[in-house]
T-cell receptor, first 108, second 114 residues
Framework: KNEVEQSPQNLTAQEGEFITINCSYS?????LHWLQQHPGGGIVSLFM???GKKKHGRLIATINIQEKHSSLHITASHPRDSAVYIC??????????FGAGTILRVKS | DAGVIQSPRHEVTEMGQEVTLRCKPI?????LFWYRQTMMRGLELLIY????????DSGMPEDRFSAKMPNASFSTLKIQPSEPRDSAVYFC????????????FGDGTRLSIL
């Protein structure tokens, strides 16, 4: 069964802390997406990865193909980073499977 | 760039009624996706189109659900007849090149079936 596991489910951090959200999957994939869903409900695509590492501002996403694992890091976290972060993987073929999401709250 | 535009933003209707959700993708994007999000099941891909042609509808839950894309700038997702368990937020997204490219999401339609 193709599954995507995210951890932690919930995360509370103080402003300025370094944050890591993890995503694990079960079999070979062609791409992995990180999405951000704000409290208002809108969804933004943060990264699409098939290997290595990508950086955008304070956000860094890495993927380890051998370990079947990806991490999303937020440096110098800020209350505006509070959102749900969702990992999605594209398994070979047309299957796109989503993780349950990580609810992040950054306190000032 | 106007982004992906969905309508309506909210829809409340009674069980058994037909519901039509609409989506206008970003101009020039060849792929259009319909998603459903519920508390129980999270985000699910229902169907996606490439150049107006349905590519994979394996996520469509039942025959009550249908989707069309009559042209490059418009798509509909229809539920007939609607049931309370169809209550969810439905998102439309578009991308330049398929499932391996970043997608741009609309604001979603919050559907409540009474």
């Amino acid at each position: 069964k193709n599954e995507v596991e995210q951890s932690p489910q919930n995360l509370t951090a103080q402003e300025g802390e370094f944050i890591t959200i993890n995503c694990s999957y079960s079999v070979g994939i062609s791409a992995l997406h990180w999405l951000q869903q704000h409290p208002g409900g809108g969804i933004v695509s943060l990264f699409m990865l098939s290997s290595g590492k990508k950086k955008h501002g304070r956000l860094i996403a890495t993927i380890n193909i051998q370990e079947k694992h990806s991490s999303l890091h937020i440096t110098a976290s800020h209350p505006r980073d509070s959102a749900v972060y969702i990992c999605a993987v594209r398994y070979y073929g047309n299957k796109l499977v989503f993780g349950a999401g990580t609810i992040l709250r950054v306190k000032s | 760039d106007a982004g992906v535009i969905q309508s309506p933003r909210h829809e409340v209707t009674e069980m058994g009624q037909e519901v039509t959700l609409r989506c206008k993708p970003i101009s020039g994007h060849d792929y259009l996706f319909w998603y459903r999000q519920t508390m129980m099941r999270g985000l699910e891909l229902l169907i996606y189109f490439n150049n107006n042609v349905p590519i994979d509808d394996s996520g469509m839950p039942e025959d009550r659900f249908s989707a069309k894309m009559p042209n490059a700038s418009f798509s509909t997702l229809k539920i007939q007849p609607s049931e309370p368990r169809d209550s969810a937020v439905y998102f439309c997204a578009s991308s330049l090149a398929g499932l391996d490219q970043p997608q741009h999401f609309g604001d979603g339609t919050r559907l409540s079936i009474l």
